[in-house]
């Protein structure tokens, strides 16, 4: 989850509505980004051992990261919905 501050206007120069932006990003993501990591490294390896080739290896990079929408659409045609 991700907060951002909001901006603040500054009025002490006169009133020229100097602006002033301050923002703060908090990100709270920390386990589910260091699982969705770790299953693109096993994933990429998995397919780097199988491939032949730079080609290959380039592919192999491209299958590890397109593999879980693969896996969600084929249980969602099983499942009919």
Known sequence: ???????????????????DK??????QGGPAGFVLL??????AVH?????????????ALLKAAVWPAYLLYHVLGVLHV
């Not at 989850?1 to 602006?19: D, F, L, P, Q, W």
């Not at 301050?22 to 990100?27: A, D, E, G, Y």
């Not at 491939?51 to 290959?56: E, I």
């Open 47 to 59: 397919f780097v051992q199988q491939s032949v080739g730079f080609w290959g290896f380039i592919l």
């Open 1 to 19: 989850m991700v907060y951002i501050a909001h901006s603040t206007y500054n009025e002490a120069e006169g009133g020229s509505m100097k602006r």
């Open 38 to 43: 770790a299953a693109y490294v096993g994933a």
């Open 22 to 27: 301050t923002v703060k990003v908090i990100n």
